[in-house]
Antibody, heavy 117, light 112 residues
Framework: QVQLVQSGAEVKKPGASVKVSCKAS????????FSWVRQAPGQGLEWMGW????????DYAQKFQGRVTMTTDTSTTTAYMELRSLRSDDTAVYYC??????????WGQGTLVTVSS | QSALTQPPSASGSPGQSVTISCTGT?????????VSWYQQHPGKAPKLMIY???KRPSGVPDRFSGSKSGNTASLTVSGLQAEDEADYYC????????????FGTGTKVTVL
């Protein structure tokens, strides 16, 4: 069965970087892409971007361009999302989701990133 | 790019139906049939309920159905059950450069 298992919660200071991982299993890794979606406390979902696990091509939401990098490692079937220059309003739960054509069919359990001085 | 507009809340008694709207523009909802819907219970990850406007993934009850007219998509939950109480989000591919996908503002469905 398809599973996406994310890394644990992180606490970071403003200006720091965070890198969240998403370990995939149960399917052919390179046949799908990954999107990253975040959810601030009590708020809605926000799409951050996506990466093709086939060729590494990326497409980032304009809001995050220059501050986010998404990568994949086919040898470990893991996707990564790094967000730099963290601010307090980056405090959120970050989800990875498998991108199947134009929708997201499986989601990780979420990783809480707290940005606080 | 603004979020798609959903009503903040909707409710119905067990067995009744509830319909949630998702209003976008000709650059997202109205541009392609790439609208999807996600259910999220408190503290849990979202779950895909509908994709490509009206298709149901395996395992999703046929009580859930989707449709679209112009720039507005809709999700209908028929025969409401207690476990349907959750937040629901629509999503659409957005045709504008570097915008990718946009989510709706979310609707809290309460089963009375």
């Amino acid at each position: 069965q398809v599973q996406l298992v994310q890394s644990g919660a992180e606490v970071k200071k403003p200006g720091a970087s965070v890198k969240v991982s998403c370990k995939a299993s149960g399917y052919t890794f390179t046949s799908y892409g990954f999107s990253w979606v975040r959810q601030a406390p009590g708020q809605g979902l926000e799409w951050m971007g996506w990466i093709s696990a086939y060729n590494g091509n990326t497409d980032y939401a304009q809001k995050f361009q220059g501050r986010v990098t998404m990568t994949t490692d086919t040898s470990t079937t893991t996707a990564y999302m790094e967000l730099r220059s963290l601010r307090s309003d980056d405090t959120a739960v970050y989800y990875c989701a498998r991108k199947a054509w134009y929708y997201f069919d499986y989601w990780g359990q979420g990783t809480l990133v707290t940005v606080s001085s | 790019q603004s979020a798609l507009t959903q009503p903040p809340s909707a409710s119905g008694s067990p067995g009744q139906s509830v319909t949630i709207s998702c209003t976008g523009t000709s650059s997202d909802v109205g541009a392609y049939n790439y609208v999807s819907w996600y259910q999220q219970h408190p503290g849990k990850a979202p779950k895909l309920m509908i994709y490509e406007v009206s298709k149901r993934p395996s395992g999703v009850p046929d009580r859930f159905s989707g449709s679209k007219s112009g720039n507005t998509a809709s999700l209908t939950v028929s025969g409401l059950q207690a476990e349907d109480e959750a937040d629901y989000y629509c999503s659409s591919y957005a045709v504008s450069n570097n915008l990718g996908y946009v989510f709706g503002t979310g609707t809290k469905v309460t089963v009375l």
